[in-house]
């Protein structure tokens, strides 16, 4: 070979890639609440460049993690963010409990979306990341285009809240990880048929090590405003539902207590007339995990066209 094609072989531009890899990467925001500031872990996937985005919020004890494989599946095409609502997985816990609640949540929801410098975003939300989009994509020039509400709809019943009062804030410590993924299993039999791999997977992000065994992630905190009073009657956000304008799918696991069938039936006729689906085997909540529901999901983001 000669010197001149050597030098040329040497300082050619390298291919570009046919795939470009974005993994996820953790990330935090500082927010502001009645009693100061606290910070707001959240994960996020895909081109930081890229101006689709989804942002995903999962339920009440849960964390940004449950979207591991959602997140991943649709890297390629968003930038996906997954945040831990205060209180749970790595953000702050609250010193005053009595702040946890939607004002705060919806509050630091905006200084997540600001820091993300985009004027507008797709929302998956699970149970209570659902209610989080709702109040969000009810408001006046909402950054919400395309809300996907994950086992949650303006009317949440009783019997669900008391079920969830049950066991929030009062799991026991665990010895081992295998008691935790045992307890887990248990108490969350509705996510469905889970495989192996998966329940592990939400095992290890459900609980922190702790002298002695390990703990749940979350503020135990957050179950005080279930045991302040008790739960009598539903709770009703249909006038929320009814101001929401932007394309929604409503999604329903079969055996859900927390989103009623008729509820969801009428979700799809009233407010943002949601596009309805129902999961089998399923009760509050799909997880988002198996191949069939991503897919779900993926098809609708994909109806916007591409337009943000």
């Not at 935090?28 to 890229?50: F, I, K």
């Not at 702050?92 to 946890?100: I, Q, S």
């Not at 887990?184 to 509705?190: F, K, M, Y």
């Not at 929320?240 to 008729?262: F, K, M, N």
Request: net charge negative; with cysteine; glycine share 10%.
């Amino acid at each position: 070979m000669s010197l001149l094609a050597a030098l040329k072989r040497l300082f050619a531009p390298l291919p570009a890639p046919s795939r470009p890899f974005h993994g996820m990467r953790e990330k935090s925001v500082q927010c502001l609440g009645p009693h100061g500031l606290h910070r707001m872990a959240y994960t996020e996937w895909g081109d930081p460049r890229n101006p689709r985005v989804v942002v995903c919020v999962h339920g009440l004890t849960r964390n940004g993690r449950d979207f591991d494989y959602l997140a991943r599946a649709l890297a390629d095409e968003y930038r996906v963010v997954c945040p831990d609502v205060v209180g749970r997985g790595r953000s702050d816990w609250l010193g005053v409990k009595g702040d946890y609640g939607f004002p705060l949540y919806v509050g630091d929801m905006i200084t997540l979306l600001a820091r993300l410098e985009v004027d507008s975003v797709n929302w998956v939300g699970t149970s209570m990341g659902g209610i989080i989009g709702m109040l969000i994509a009810s408001q006046p020039h909402t950054p919400i285009t395309r809300l996907v509400l994950n086992d949650v709809g303006p009317l949440i019943t009783a019997t669900a809240l008391r079920r969830i009062g049950e066991y929030v804030g009062r799991a026991p410590l665990f010895p081992s990880m295998e008691a935790a993924e045992a307890y887990i299993r248990e108490v969350s039999a509705p996510f469905g048929p889970l495989t192996d791999e998966q329940w592990k997977h939400l095992t290890a992000y459900s609980v922190r090590p702790q002298q002695g065994g390990f703990a749940m992630i979350y503020d135990p905190g957050i179950g005080d405003a279930f045991r302040q009073a008790p739960v009598l009657l539903d709770v009703d956000l249909w006038p929320v539902y009814e101001r929401i304008a932007c394309p929604t799918l409503a999604i329903r696991g079969a055996h859900s207590d927390l989103l009623e069938r008729s509820t969801h039936q009428a979700m799809g006729a009233r407010g943002a007339c949601a596009q309805l689906a129902e999961i089998d085997d399923v009760g509050h909540a799909p997880m988002l995990m198996d191949d069939a529901q991503i897919e779900l999901v993926r098809s609708f983001l994909a109806a916007d066209g591409g337009e943000h």
